[in-house]
């Protein structure tokens, strides 16, 4: 297996070959161009010279004695030898002591004639002449500028070794090349240690991630004040992964116990599967036992009185109508509970409907001195299905109607709670046992199965009332009062300032 090489190794080595590479890159440049740059930059010193003399000249103030010190000036700034004669041939300027030899050059140059230097014409205009010659006598290469000032009566001279240049390019490469190693040097230095900070979290990095892999959640990433946003961040991101996976193995150990539960529960839906098997045979058993029994005595003529016929009659079509409603009522559970049943969400007005069912059950309260008490006389509109809003009133009075007792009163009220409104069904009587309360929901669940035998009760209406509410997302629900019992149900109120709601 190839053996793998650490990060501060691989930056301080790309970082020192890159370094390298530009200090080499710098002198093959520096080499090459160095010369010519002087050459560049020489020819606009010669140039700017020229118009300052020029413009003297246009002044008159050339041979004065003012301009001696910017004349020493020009000369010593850029190492020029400068020769300024007159058309008579008179010195008007010169910054060598030996003027012969500048004024033979100017002469030869006046002439077109140069038998001591090869020349090389650089740049020419009208006014002046820049040449690059090669001083055979000298054995030396020299940049001049020659040309008129003025109107033509006054000319220039102006010479630069070129030598000086080249020397100056060979010292600074030389220098360039110690510089560039003694950098390198300090550079692998710098660039190692600057490396090490760099690699050093991304060393603890590797560390937490190790710690993860080995299920060691409590290690964390400590971020530092010298790290970099990019490693900083990645430091975030590992702790908050580290927390993820840590709750995620904790969510897996929950569900894996929530699992066992679900098996448990399994095994408790089988118990009320048989438990619901036997509660529905159970009801059916005794309204068949009767059914048969009566038809039987009917067939034999037990009493052939047409009283006692008709008392028959009346028994068994009594117990028919019971299982028949006790079997819709199972249907439409089945539909509610499994949602094959379409909920229809309308607008309706509330009160009317409570009015309507309450006028239709007042006969039926007053024969038992029984009083429904119903206050609401603004319309109030909600948002459910109407039908299934109906039913759940009517399981609702209906079970109030047959558990009232004391006063013997009923009383039927709305209360706003936000946007939602809560209906509530009163009735005085004997509270339901606090841990039956939650019970009272479920299928063939009886807390005075006598009482609910009596009036033919099921066990079934309050689990239809539950499933309605569900179906529409909505809530209800019963709890214990001073002297009797309330059940409630929530719709959505679509209520205005016009609604009166108490």
Known sequence: MKKKVSLSIKLTVTMLLLLAGIIGLCWILNHTFLEQFYMYDKQK????????????????????????????NLCAKENLSILVV???????????????????QLQDLLRGDAPFAQSQV??????????????????????????????????????SALESIRESARITNQFFIIVGLFGMAVGAVVIFFISRTISKPMQELKDVSKSMADLKFEVKYEPKQQDSTEVAELGEHMNFLSQTLEKTISDLKVANNELQKDIEKKEQID???????????????TPIALIQGYAEGLKENINEDTESKDFYCDVIMDESDKMNRMVKKLLTLNQLEFGNDVVEMTRFNITEMIAGMVQTN????????IDIVFDEKEPVYVWGDEFKVEEVLTNYL???????????????????????????????GNPIPEEELDKIWVKFYKVDKARTREY?????????????????????GARNMENGVEFWFELENNCTNSCTIS
């Open 45 to 72: 010193s010669l140039l700017e010279t020229f118009e300052v003399l020029h413009e003297a000249r246009e002044d008159g103030v050339l041979s004065s004695d003012e301009f001696d010190v910017t004349f020493e």
């Open 86 to 104: 007159d058309a008579e041939a008179k010195v008007v300027r010169s910054s060598v002591m030996d003027q012969s030899m500048l004024f033979m």
């Open 122 to 159: 650089l740049v020419s205009t009208e006014e002046y002449t820049i040449l690059r010659q090669n001083d055979h006598r000298l054995q030396s290469d020299f940049i001049v500028l020659w040309g008129q000032l003025g109107d033509g009566d006054s000319f220039v001279y102006i010479r």
């Open 271 to 285: 118990e009320m599967r048989k438990e619901f098997l036997s509660n529905v045979s159970h009801e059916l058993k």
């Open 362 to 369: 007042q006969l039926l309260a007053a024969q038992d001195d």
């Open 398 to 428: 209906s079970n109030a109607l047959h558990h009232v007792a004391g006063e013997k009163q009923i009383r039927i009220s709305f209360e706003q709670k936000d946007e939602l409104l809560r209906v509530k069904v009163f009735n005085t």
């Open 456 to 476: 033919g009760g099921s066990g079934i209406g309050l689990s239809i009332v539950k499933a309605i509410m569900d179906s529409m997302n909505r809530q209800c």
